[in-house]
Protein backbone atom coordinates (compact mmCIF):
# COMPACT_ATOMS: atom_id res chain seq x y z
CA UNK A 1 0.00 0.00 0.00
CA UNK A 2 2.94 2.33 1.46
CA UNK A 3 4.50 1.67 -2.76
CA UNK A 4 1.32 2.75 -4.32
CA UNK A 5 0.91 5.76 -2.29
CA UNK A 6 4.79 6.38 -2.38
CA UNK A 7 3.70 6.27 -6.79
CA UNK A 8 0.61 8.13 -6.67
CA UNK A 9 2.78 10.78 -4.93
CA UNK A 10 5.22 10.65 -7.13
CA UNK A 11 3.19 11.12 -10.32
CA UNK A 12 1.70 13.93 -8.66
CA UNK A 13 4.52 15.79 -7.73
CA UNK A 14 6.15 15.20 -10.98
CA UNK A 15 3.07 16.98 -12.71
CA UNK A 16 3.13 19.36 -10.61
CA UNK A 17 5.80 21.60 -12.57
CA UNK A 18 3.74 20.74 -15.92
CA UNK A 19 0.92 22.73 -14.43
CA UNK A 20 2.25 25.33 -13.05
CA UNK A 21 4.16 25.33 -16.61
CA UNK A 22 0.89 25.87 -18.03
CA UNK A 23 -0.54 28.24 -15.72
CA UNK A 24 2.48 30.64 -16.55
CA UNK A 25 2.41 29.62 -20.23
CA UNK A 26 -0.99 31.24 -20.18
CA UNK A 27 -0.35 34.21 -18.34
CA UNK A 28 2.64 34.96 -20.87
CA UNK A 29 0.16 34.34 -23.56
CA UNK A 30 -2.14 37.01 -22.13
CA UNK A 31 0.63 39.28 -21.84
CA UNK A 32 1.79 38.88 -25.50
CA UNK A 33 -1.49 39.51 -26.55
CA UNK A 34 -2.54 42.47 -24.79
CA UNK A 35 1.22 44.30 -25.46
CA UNK A 36 0.60 42.89 -29.26
CA UNK A 37 -3.13 44.68 -28.50
CA UNK A 38 -1.31 47.55 -27.30
CA UNK A 39 1.09 47.68 -30.75
CA UNK A 40 -2.08 47.89 -33.22
CA UNK A 41 -3.50 50.78 -31.47
CA UNK A 42 -0.15 52.84 -31.91
CA UNK A 43 0.07 51.60 -35.08
CA UNK A 44 -3.39 52.99 -35.68
CA UNK A 45 -2.66 55.94 -33.79
CA UNK A 46 1.05 56.37 -35.94
CA UNK A 47 -1.26 55.96 -39.52
CA UNK A 48 -3.47 58.56 -38.43
CA UNK A 49 -0.90 60.89 -38.03
CA UNK A 50 1.26 59.96 -41.10
CA UNK A 51 -2.49 60.69 -42.48
CA UNK A 52 -2.85 64.17 -41.42
CA UNK A 53 0.50 65.29 -41.96
CA UNK A 54 0.57 63.72 -45.53
CA UNK A 55 -3.10 65.64 -46.12
CA UNK A 56 -0.94 69.12 -44.54
CA UNK A 57 1.67 68.67 -47.16
CA UNK A 58 -0.65 67.73 -49.94
CA UNK A 59 -2.76 71.27 -49.26
CA UNK A 60 0.99 73.00 -48.40
CA UNK A 61 2.04 71.79 -52.00
CA UNK A 62 -1.08 72.64 -53.46
CA UNK A 63 -0.65 76.39 -52.00
CA UNK A 64 3.06 76.49 -53.13
CA UNK A 65 1.73 75.88 -56.99
CA UNK A 66 -0.99 78.23 -56.99
CA UNK A 67 1.28 80.71 -55.66
CA UNK A 68 3.89 79.45 -58.47
CA UNK A 69 1.09 79.75 -61.24
CA UNK A 70 0.05 83.16 -60.13
CA UNK A 71 3.63 84.21 -60.08
CA UNK A 72 4.02 82.87 -63.49
CA UNK A 73 0.83 84.42 -64.43
CA UNK A 74 1.88 87.84 -63.04
CA UNK A 75 4.89 87.72 -65.46
CA UNK A 76 3.25 86.75 -68.60
CA UNK A 77 3.36 88.95 -71.15
CA UNK A 78 2.03 86.97 -73.71
CA UNK A 79 -0.73 88.32 -76.66
CA UNK A 80 -3.11 86.85 -74.85
CA UNK A 81 -1.93 87.35 -70.71
CA UNK A 82 -4.72 90.20 -70.50
CA UNK A 83 -7.47 87.59 -71.17
CA UNK A 84 -6.28 85.21 -68.96
CA UNK A 85 -6.45 87.50 -65.95
CA UNK A 86 -9.44 89.06 -66.70
CA UNK A 87 -11.37 86.31 -66.89
CA UNK A 88 -13.09 85.87 -63.36
CA UNK A 89 -13.95 89.71 -63.19
CA UNK A 90 -15.35 89.60 -66.56
CA UNK A 91 -17.34 86.77 -65.28
CA UNK A 92 -18.69 88.68 -62.05
CA UNK A 93 -19.31 91.87 -63.91
CA UNK A 94 -21.68 89.73 -66.11
CA UNK A 95 -23.32 87.59 -63.60
CA UNK A 96 -23.70 91.18 -61.42
CA UNK A 97 -25.07 92.59 -64.40
CA UNK A 98 -27.27 89.47 -64.83
CA UNK A 99 -28.81 89.85 -60.99
CA UNK A 100 -29.15 93.44 -61.49
CA UNK A 101 -31.24 93.18 -64.18
CA UNK A 102 -33.26 90.64 -63.33
CA UNK A 103 -33.91 92.55 -60.20
CA UNK A 104 -34.73 95.72 -62.38
CA UNK A 105 -37.27 93.63 -64.94
CA UNK A 106 -39.12 92.43 -61.17
CA UNK A 107 -39.08 95.96 -59.66
CA UNK A 108 -40.84 97.12 -62.81
CA UNK A 109 -43.45 94.77 -63.22
CA UNK A 110 -44.10 94.66 -59.47
CA UNK A 111 -44.67 98.69 -59.93
CA UNK A 112 -47.53 98.06 -62.43
CA UNK A 113 -49.51 96.60 -59.48
CA UNK A 114 -48.23 98.22 -56.44
CA UNK A 115 -46.87 100.97 -55.18
CA UNK A 116 -43.18 102.03 -54.96
CA UNK A 117 -42.31 100.89 -51.31
CA UNK A 118 -44.26 97.68 -51.50
CA UNK A 119 -42.84 96.84 -54.71
CA UNK A 120 -39.03 97.66 -52.84
CA UNK A 121 -39.56 95.13 -50.20
CA UNK A 122 -41.23 92.21 -53.09
CA UNK A 123 -37.95 92.75 -55.11
CA UNK A 124 -35.67 93.08 -52.04
CA UNK A 125 -36.62 90.20 -49.50
CA UNK A 126 -34.23 88.47 -47.35
CA UNK A 127 -33.34 85.89 -49.85
CA UNK A 128 -31.79 88.72 -52.37
CA UNK A 129 -30.45 90.66 -49.32
CA UNK A 130 -28.72 87.43 -47.91
CA UNK A 131 -27.53 86.74 -51.62
CA UNK A 132 -26.43 89.73 -52.16
CA UNK A 133 -24.37 89.71 -49.07
CA UNK A 134 -22.41 86.51 -49.03
CA UNK A 135 -20.87 87.77 -52.37
CA UNK A 136 -20.11 91.02 -51.29
CA UNK A 137 -18.65 89.91 -48.14
CA UNK A 138 -16.71 87.33 -50.68
CA UNK A 139 -15.45 89.35 -52.59
CA UNK A 140 -14.22 92.22 -50.09
CA UNK A 141 -13.95 89.94 -47.25
CA UNK A 142 -11.01 87.64 -48.77
CA UNK A 143 -9.25 90.78 -49.75
CA UNK A 144 -9.52 92.68 -46.27
CA UNK A 145 -8.19 89.06 -44.80
CA UNK A 146 -5.30 89.00 -47.00
CA UNK A 147 -4.49 92.45 -46.07
CA UNK A 148 -4.82 92.59 -42.56
CA UNK A 149 -4.53 88.73 -41.43
CA UNK A 150 -2.20 86.81 -43.94
CA UNK A 151 0.15 89.27 -44.42
CA UNK A 152 1.31 90.17 -41.04
CA UNK A 153 4.87 90.17 -40.54
Do not use: C
Not at 22 to 41: A, S, V, W
Not at 49 to 74: G, P, S, V
Not at 93 to 118: C, N, R, W
Request: net charge neutral.
Amino acid sequence: MLTLLGSIVGFLGSSVPSVINHFGKKEDNKKQLEIMRMQMTMAEKNADIDLMKFQAMALDNEHQRLIAHDTAMQKDTGPLSWLRKSVRPVITYLFFGLFASVKVSSLVVALETQDFQAAILTVWDPETQAIFAAIISFWFGSRALEKNIFNRP
